[in-house]
């Protein structure tokens, strides 16, 4: 496991516990397989993240970091989300139907792809990459707006939706705390 990787499993087990996680019917996850998905994650996001251009103003590290805290505050990391399709019925009185956007969003990053979703379940790696392009274009699209706005695109599908914009705030902030809550790992260049 790189050092990128056991930084951002040390992130994801801090941020999003999974003793704290939602347990729906039909997605029971143990804490030792929650953990051992949880490294895979860490693992396939550090890979992306290494592999492509830092998202704008990033650094490699810091972008596997954002990553991360989309994945949080889209998925928080739920096996239905993740594993796929997600859970959309009642659950303990609570109705989720609206869940992963109705159903058009998929994996941890919530991405929302034209056809074929049940597929792109079984490529984690391939949803990551589209989703790191997802977060590239939203903040281009939206480079007239405040930093922390210019995911908003991603979001909502404008730059100029409020309920985006909102989002976005929501995102760079939890962004900003896993940025900060442990030293950033040293990589090599």
């Given at each position: 496991m790189t050092a990128v990787a056991e930084w951002l499993l040390a992130l994801a087990l801090q941020f999003a516990p999974p003793s704290?996680?939602?347990?729906?019917?039909?997605?029971d996850e143990t804490a030792d397989a929650a953990r051992?998905?949880?490294?895979?994650?860490?693992?396939?996001?550090?890979?992306?993240?290494?592999?492509?251009?830092?998202?704008?103003?990033?650094t490699r590290s810091e972008s596997a970091a954002f990553v991360?805290?989309?994945?949080?505050?889209?998925?928080?990391?739920?096996?239905?989300?993740d594993k796929g399709p997600c859970f959309r019925g009642r659950h303990l009185g609570r109705n989720y139907a609206g869940?992963?956007?109705?159903?058009?969003?998929?994996?941890?990053?919530?991405?929302?792809?034209?056809?074929g979703r049940a597929?792109?379940?079984?490529?984690?790696?391939?949803?990551?990459?589209?989703?790191?392009?997802?977060?590239?274009?939203?903040?281009?699209?939206c480079a007239r707006l405040p930093v922390d706005e210019r995911l908003a695109a991603?979001?909502?599908?404008?730059c100029a939706n409020e309920g985006g914009k909102a989002g976005s705030r929501k995102r760079w902030a939890l962004f900003s705390q896993i940025l900060n809550a442990r030293p950033l790992p040293k990589v090599a260049k």
């Open positions: 704290q996680a939602l347990r729906f019917k039909g997605y051992a998905r949880y490294t895979v994650i860490a693992e396939d996001i550090a890979a992306v993240t290494q592999a492509h251009d830092p998202l704008p103003g990033l991360l805290a989309m994945a949080i505050g889209e998925s928080a990391l739920a096996l239905d989300a869940r992963c956007d109705s159903g058009r969003a998929v994996g941890v990053l919530q991405v929302q792809l034209a056809s597929e792109h379940f079984a490529d984690r790696r391939k949803l990551l990459t589209v989703g790191l392009e997802a977060l590239r274009g939203s903040i281009w699209a991603y979001a909502s599908g404008s």
